[in-house]
């Protein structure tokens, strides 16, 4: 191995979450790693003064600075780009890492050179676990998801598996797709594969990129024994668009992944949400201006969602 080549890169991406990202940092400088790492930050565009923060702060730390905000694919990728390690870990600004918890990651990977990825178990401030792991997404999983009917028998059962719910999250086991707010791989093989998908701005890339994964034979570990803390929504709260990008994202995977046929399945499935979501307006809100506005903004988020060029 080239004696200055770093063994991790660590990707931070941040986008207006100048206070977790100044967190993050600490908690990488006092982990006392074993293994040589380079911590690379790219700011996607922050308005709060988050890459002038980071660059007095940790003049150590390579600072990629965005005009614009470039999605969380098209940042990690960047910082993919410019990284140098063997091994490239994606840490979302809104986590803290305990102690020895990367170094974990990595001696998994070197030791099973079977598995692709290997992500961490993700705590509360309190220590309390978060159970994020899911299985992948299938056709049923979204005539389940968030709809009224979720917990109720028998499409509970899609909704548990879908969600993991038979796992406590306190073992180490394989999983088909860990947290997305911390993960390791092998570079080389994430930029050869193609990185995350851009076409999935904000999410389900995670989800894509460990489906690619499995397709091609590799497996994904969790590993308990490696302990992250994560600020759950922190940055993903404040983006104003969510509801609209996050179901474009849906639809785009899905269409990826099943084909074009599935299109018009997940825009009926929009359309299936949106009524419940009407008729929930019409029943708690009782000020006819207040309900009129409501479901105003609703059909114009669905006719959003469902505009040129959702699901690709």
Same mark, same amino acid.
């Given at each position: 191995?080239?004696a200055?080549?770093? =063994?991790l890169?660590v990707v931070?991406?941040? !986008?207006?979450?100048?206070?977790?990202?100044?967190a993050?940092?600490?908690?990488?400088a006092a982990?006392?790693?074993r293994?040589?790492?380079e &911590?690379?930050? *790219?700011?996607?565009g922050?308005n709060d003064?988050s890459?002038?923060?980071i660059?007095a702060?940790?003049?150590?730390? @390579?600072? *990629? @600075?965005?005009?614009?905000n470039? #999605?969380?694919?098209?940042?990690n990728?960047q910082g993919?780009r410019?990284a140098t #390690?063997r091994w490239?870990? %994606?840490?979302?600004s809104?986590?803290?890492? /305990?102690? #020895?918890a990367?170094?974990a990651l990595?001696? !998994?990977l070197e030791? /099973?050179?079977?598995?692709?990825?290997?992500?961490?178990?993700l705590?509360?401030?309190d220590g309390s676990v978060q159970?994020a792991?899911?299985?992948f997404?299938?056709?049923?999983t979204?005539f &389940?998801f968030d709809?009224t009917w979720a917990? @109720?028998?028998?499409?509970?059962?899609?909704?548990d598996?879908?969600?993991?719910?038979d796992?406590? /999250?306190?073992?180490s +086991?394989d999983v088909?797709q860990?947290p #997305?707010a911390c993960?390791?791989i092998?570079?080389?093989?994430y930029?050869?594969?193609?990185g995350?998908? =851009? =076409?999935?701005?904000? $999410? $389900?890339?995670d989800?894509?990129i460990?489906?690619r994964?499995?397709k091609?034979?590799?497996r994904?570990?969790? *590993?308990?024994?490696?302990?992250?803390?994560h600020?759950?929504g922190?940055?993903?709260?404040r $983006?104003?668009?969510l509801i609209v990008? !996050?179901h474009?994202n849906r639809i785009?995977?899905y269409?990826?992944?099943?084909?074009a !046929?599935?299109?018009p399945?997940?825009h009926?499935i929009?359309?299936l949400?949106? +009524?419940?979501?009407r008729?929930?307006?019409?029943r708690?809100l /009782?000020?006819?201006?207040e309900?009129?506005?409501?479901?105003g903004?609703l059909?114009?988020?669905?006719?959003?969602? %469902?505009?040129?060029?959702?699901g690709?």
């Amino acid at each position: 191995m080239d004696a200055a080549r770093p =063994e991790l890169s660590v990707v931070v991406l941040s !986008w207006n979450t100048k206070d977790l990202t100044l967190a993050c940092l600490r908690a990488l400088a006092a982990d006392g790693a074993r293994r040589t790492r380079e &911590v690379v930050v *790219v700011d996607n565009g922050s308005n709060d003064g988050s890459a002038d923060a980071i660059a007095a702060a940790y003049p150590a730390v @390579r600072l *990629v @600075r965005n005009a614009e905000n470039r #999605g969380y694919s098209g940042g990690n990728n960047q910082g993919a780009r410019a990284a140098t #390690g063997r091994w490239l870990c %994606l840490l979302n600004s809104d986590t803290e890492v /305990h102690p #020895g918890a990367l170094d974990a990651l990595v001696d !998994w990977l070197e030791a /099973h050179r079977e598995y692709g990825m290997a992500a961490p178990r993700l705590v509360n401030q309190d220590g309390s676990v978060q159970r994020a792991c899911m299985r992948f997404p299938g056709l049923a999983t979204a005539f &389940v998801f968030d709809m009224t009917w979720a917990r @109720r028998w028998p499409l509970r059962l899609v909704d548990d598996r879908y969600y993991m719910r038979d796992f406590d /999250h306190l073992s180490s +086991r394989d999983v088909e797709q860990p947290p #997305g707010a911390c993960c390791v791989i092998d570079r080389e093989e994430y930029l050869a594969g193609g990185g995350l998908d =851009e =076409e999935l701005w904000l $999410f $389900f890339n995670d989800v894509d990129i460990c489906r690619r994964l499995w397709k091609r034979g590799r497996r994904i570990r969790y *590993v308990a024994e490696a302990v992250v803390m994560h600020h759950v929504g922190s940055s993903t709260k404040r $983006f104003a668009r969510l509801i609209v990008t !996050w179901h474009r994202n849906r639809i785009a995977y899905y269409v990826k992944h099943y084909g074009a !046929w599935v299109r018009p399945y997940l825009h009926w499935i929009v359309r299936l949400r949106a +009524r419940q979501e009407r008729a929930r307006m019409l029943r708690e809100l /009782h000020d006819p201006a207040e309900r009129r506005a409501a479901v105003g903004q609703l059909e114009d988020t669905v006719r959003e969602i %469902l505009g040129p060029g959702a699901g690709g």
